[in-house]
């Protein structure tokens, strides 16, 4: 793992710098299932694609970031705070949970 | 040995000596020799002893690919004292032989090497299980390559870089000092990674006259290498890593440099790989005799150390470049018995009509067939081979010699492009790997191309710099002109280069003599057939089956040797077997580089020096040092009980939350409720994962409507404020998490005087009913701007004080001197454990673990199911309704029970404990334990396991001391 990520807020920096803050995903509402909410807990798609994630810059500007990533390559195409994430379509994925 | 006449070439300073340690005696060198260079001209010719069956081994490689050299050289094993240059006083020990090289008891083991066929641990040690049990101690002890010395102490030893270029080149050959020229000229920022002791390359010993094609200097081979290094040297754009070795390529760019005892990660946004190319050995009877070398390696020692290897000598080459050997060793005086051609068409060119008339014997359409002598060559055996590849064995001929010069044939050295995604395919009419395809952000230029002609290197290095540059700095017009020029010459040049790329032939002989294929592992023809044999015939198979290509040498030197068996025993071409995956580490690489420096961080309170001073026990608690107990908790609890202590409580974890959305988020946060905190007061609140599982507790305090000041447990700081800055940005809300845990320093004055300590230094109206318990309050203690909270974790009268770190310690000596009339004593972490033990308060992390719910840890109230919605509210909602299983709770015994220890009952285990002290009040332990549900009744009785015997405990539902909280309200 040596992939560089762009901090939207620093640039390019060592994956080493920041930590992952896991698929982004939709909290479900308070009286949903408990199977979903067994899925929003417990359960990742973790497909080898490009998804959406969550990532903390811990050792840097201390701010949570969206960006879609390859798992397949570790190729980071983009970064962007999460109040983009409207712009970027209409996924099911990337919305705002609430 | 003598050493020949001097020649500018030379990279030895002959005034000058160096003396080194060898095996007990002492060696002379000269300033740039190397240890190899030196014990060679001593008259050394057994370097090492092989790894399985410790064959004799001399020089081969002489650039550090090989494994024949290994020596250990001031207590590190297996350095390649070929490339290692002498220092005054080295030590260095031969290794992996008993009692010395020359005479070597393991050398035994080849006389039952029948006992040991490849895959011999798959086959013979499993079947009787006593029988590994024998064998295990002695394969362990003759297994392995080299000792390491436990007693060298790394610490501090290893270091780390992370460096970042523009342009990185990896090689400093001709081609690499062109590209960083080129490079740094066309402005960028160039790092050049070479991992020989000095740049050139192959250059180093060129001694054709040649001419630079880009500044039209002309000279020998050697003068323009130096000429070409003093230039990158000097170039304030290029930084230099020698002698350095990269060992890997990784995503994004970076490469994994081994500069002595650093490990540097470079990153480039464009790299070039100009590696050049290794030459490997032969295939025949005997073929790892000292005594048989690499003919680069003997052009090196010829040139560079000015060293004659041998009297006699034979040269194996397949093209005119290597043949050309044979004039250089006549030059230096050694006979040349006879210049063995393998190519199978005879050609006639100057240079073999100069070879005849030096009267050197030139043996066309030959090839080597066997080495005869036992720790020294001493004869070549040569055969005749016929049109179809095969050796007329009957027509072999014999030269005693004490010299084999061997240039079979050369492999790219590719591994840094293939492990980023580049491509390699066997060129059949070529026979000789070459690159198909190269990764984006990289290019190759010079040998590992297969160029040879040096002109055409250094302009292919040109080339790549300017255009790696090109893609950062727009290139001027006359780079462009350049450039454009310098592809014109390429193409033209292009056409007459892969000519001179020379078949390397391996020849069909009996697999039943031993031929080594792998030097590293000991692995001979023999072994390569009969794994076929078995079935393991495909590359990824052979090597893993065989251990072929794993050893030091990472296959520079086997696996053409392995692909060229593998694919004669199948009767297929080579384009079949393929290679095997390259992996980092392309080198081997000192354990302790990757590992790095032994740094830990340590936090330590501004008051760390006063309890120093006072002569407390330190204990680590996360990364900060803490007090564990100044002089026995006994006497510190004493003082909190009866009269005033105080305890440093700075590492608490310390968060400040503002904005609009403030309350909304502690609200979705904590369990408990804060949006209707009224301003000044404080809340307790517990912090659980989305699954319901107690994260984090501490005080929350509200000083204004949009502003909150939290502490956390002192090793969850970090988690915590990223968990709260993350939900803020889920739900967009407005609010601002800042970690202030550094800025304040933190004491907790605690004690039935602890009132009239603070009264003297503070005007804040302290009495009971003005500072209420759970109350926060602003304003001056001993003239410092502070925050002074009113809570009780120990149980006692008292207030967290919190001012700015720069007046810890000022506060803690004022405090102490006003104590001292009502005779205040520090108290450490241990006496803080008894004292909260007592008020049955939990701490997380230590009595709670990745199971425990607030519900279950017996703090109900904690926990607001009438609130909309909480982090953790789903999953509790479902301990609540499917009913509690366990239960934290307080118990008491007779006898100091172990924390950790099992609560039993019916002689099965059901719990366990998870604090335990002695509570001086009561004079018996009390803790805390998590038991069945059903246990969990005031006064319910159960066991503890306690040294193979049973213990036995009450449950104790409400605290030890002051159970209605009298003290705290005081």
Redesign the interface.
């Known amino acids: 793992m040596s992939f560089l990520i762009a901090c939207p807020n620093c640039g390019p920096r060592s994956a080493y710098e920041f930590r992952s803050g896991g698929e982004y995903q939709r909290r479900p509402s308070g009286d949903a299932p408990d199977r979903a909410w067994a899925g929003y807990l417990y359960f990742r798609k973790n497909s080898a694609e490009e998804h959406i994630e969550w990532w903390y810059h811990s050792s840097g500007c201390r701010l949570w970031f969206l960006a879609s990533r390859d798992t397949s390559t570790n190729r980071v195409t983009g970064t962007f705070w999460p109040e983009e994430l409207k712009k970027r379509g209409p996924s099911p994925d990337a919305e705002s949970p609430k | 040995m003598d050493r020949l006449d001097s020649h500018p070439v030379e990279v030895i300073d002959r005034s000058g000596r160096v003396s080194f340690q060898f095996d007990g005696r002492t060696v002379q060198a000269h300033p740039g020799d190397t240890v190899g260079s030196a014990l060679l001209a001593s008259g050394l010719r057994i370097f090492s002893r092989s790894f399985k069956y410790h064959r004799p081994r001399g020089l081969l490689c002489v650039s550090g690919n090989c494994p024949n050299c290994l020596m250990n050289v001031n207590g590190v094993p297996n350095v390649r004292v070929c490339t290692r240059p002498v220092e005054e006083g080295d030590q260095v020990v031969p290794q992996h032989c008993w009692p010395s090289l020359r005479w070597d008891a393991m050398a035994l083991i080849e006389k039952v090497d029948f006992l040991l066929p490849v895959g011999f641990y798959y086959k013979t040690l499993y079947r009787a299980r006593w029988l590994w049990k024998l064998a295990e101690p002695i394969v362990r002890r003759v297994a392995g390559l080299g000792r390491v010395d436990s007693s060298r102490s790394p610490a501090g030893h290893y270091e780390r870089e ?1 460096l970042f270029a523009e342009v990185a080149v990896v090689g400093g050959g001709p081609a690499g000092l062109a590209a960083a020229q080129a490079a740094a000229e066309a402005g960028a920022e160039v790092v050049l990674v070479d991992e020989q002791p000095e740049l050139g390359g192959h250059l180093r010993f060129e001694r054709a006259k040649l001419e630079d094609p880009i500044s039209g200097e002309t000279g020998e081979g050697f003068e323009l290498a130096r000429s070409l290094a003093e230039k990158v040297k000097n170039n304030e754009r290029i930084r230099v890593l020698s002698p350095a070795r990269a060992f890997g390529g ?3 760019n ?1 490469i994994g440099v081994a500069l002595a005892d650093r490990l540097v ?1 470079l ?1 480039a946004d464009r790299l070039i790989v100009a590696t050049g190319s290794f030459e490997f050995p032969g295939l025949f009877k005997n073929n790892d005799l000292p005594g048989i070398m690499l003919g680069s390696g003997v052009r090196k020692l010829l040139n560079l150390y000015r060293l004659k290897p041998g009297k006699r000598a034979v040269v194996v080459a397949s093209n005119d470049e290597d043949l050309a050997l044979a004039l250089e060793l006549h030059e230096a005086g050694i006979s040349v018995v006879a210049a063995v051609d393998q190519r199978l068409e005879s050609s006639d060119s100057a240079l073999i009509r100069q070879l005849k008339q030096l009267q050197i014997p030139h043996l066309p359409c030959f090839a080597p067939v066997a080495a005869r002598g036992r720790s020294d060559v001493r004869a070549l055996e040569v055969a005749p081979v016929d049109a179809e590849g095969c050796l007329e064995l009957d027509k072999s001929r014999s030269f005693p010699c004490d010299l084999v010069c061997i240039s079979t044939g050369r492999s790219p050295s590719v591994e840094l492009l293939r492990q980023n995604g580049g491509k390699v395919r066997f060129d059949p009419n070529l026979n000789q790997n070459v690159l198909d395809s190269i990764p984006s952000d990289f290019s190759a230029a010079g040998h590992i191309n297969g160029l040879k002609d040096p002109a055409l290197i250094l302009l292919q290095g040109r080339i790549a710099g300017l255009e790696a540059a090109e893609s950062m700095h727009p290139l001027g017009v006359d780079l462009k002109e350049q450039l454009q020029k310098l592809r014109d010459n390429l193409d033209q040049g292009r056409s007459d280069w892969r000519e001179t790329v020379v078949p390397s032939v391996l020849f069909t002989t009996s697999s039943a003599v031993k031929q080594l294929v792998c030097l590293c592992e000991d692995v001979t023809r023999k072994d390569i057939d009969n794994a076929i044999a078995e079935g393991f015939d495909e590359m990824e198979l052979l090597k893993r089956y065989t251990t072929s290509s794993m050893g030091p040498c990472q296959g520079r030197m086997c696996s053409m040797l392995v692909a060229g068996s593998c694919a004669q025993a199948l009767d297929r071409d080579l384009t079949t077997p393929g290679t095997t995956t390259s992996r980092p580490p392309v080198h081997p690489v000192p354990l302790g580089v990757l590992a790095g420096p032994h740094h830990y961080p340590v936090k330590l309170t501004p008051m760390h020096h006063r309890h120093l001073e006072a002569g407390a026990h330190q204990m680590d608690l996360g990364e900060w040092k803490r007090p564990h107990t100044y002089t026995s908790s006994e006497n510190e609890w004493e003082a909190v009980r009866k009269r005033v202590g105080i305890i440093d409580v700075t590492t608490l974890g310390k968060l400040e939350v503002q904005g609009r959305d403030a309350p909304q988020l502690l609200d979705l946060i904590y369990t408990h409720i804060f949006s209707t905190l009224k301003v000044g007061r404080i809340r307790y609140g517990v912090i659980c994962g ?2 319901g599982i107690i994260v984090d507790d501490g005080t929350v305090s509200r000083i204004a409507e949009d502003h909150y000041y939290i502490t956390t447990t002192t090793g969850n700081i ?1 988690f915590i ?2 968990w709260m ?2 939900w803020a ?4 809300y407005c609010a601002h998490v800042t ?1 202030v845990t550094g800025d304040f320093a933190a004491v907790n004055l605690a004690g039935p005087n602890a009132r009239d300590v603070l009264s003297k230094l503070t005007d804040i109206d302290i009495s009971s009913d003005a500072f209420k318990y759970m109350r926060f309050e602003q304003g001056e203690v001993a003239g410092i701007p502070s925050r002074l909270l009113r809570i009780g974790f120990v149980g006692e009268t008292g207030w967290e004080i919190h001012v700015p770190s720069s007046y810890g310690e000022y506060l803690w000596d004022t405090l102490m001197e006003a104590g001292e009339e009502f005779g205040i004593l520090p108290f450490g972490v241990e006496t803080q454990r008894i004292l909260r033990l007592e008020k049955q308060h939990l701490i997380v992390g230590q009595d709670t673990d990745a199971l425990s719910n607030p519900l279950e840890a017996g703090m109900q109230w904690v926990v607001k199911f009438e609130k ?2 909480f982090i953790g ?3 509790l909602d ?1 301990v609540q309704s499917e009913g509690r299983r366990n239960r934290l709770v307080g118990f008491v015994t007779d006898e100091l029970v172990k924390e950790g220890s099992a609560v039993v009952t019916a002689q099965t285990p059901v719990g366990r404990v998870t604090s335990a002290r002695m509570s001086p009040i009561l004079n018996r332990c009390v803790g805390m334990a998590w038991v069945p549900e059903e246990l969990a009744e005031d006064g319910a009785n159960f066991d503890i396991s306690h040294h193979d015997s049973l213990v036995s405990a009450q449950v104790h539902q409400a605290p030890f001391y002051d159970p209605t909280g009298a003290r705290l309200r005081e």
């Open positions: 992370h990784y995503e994004g970076l990660h990153r989305e699954d970090s404020e990223s800055e993350w940005v889920v739900y967009g970690n909309e919605d509210k789903h999953f479902l």
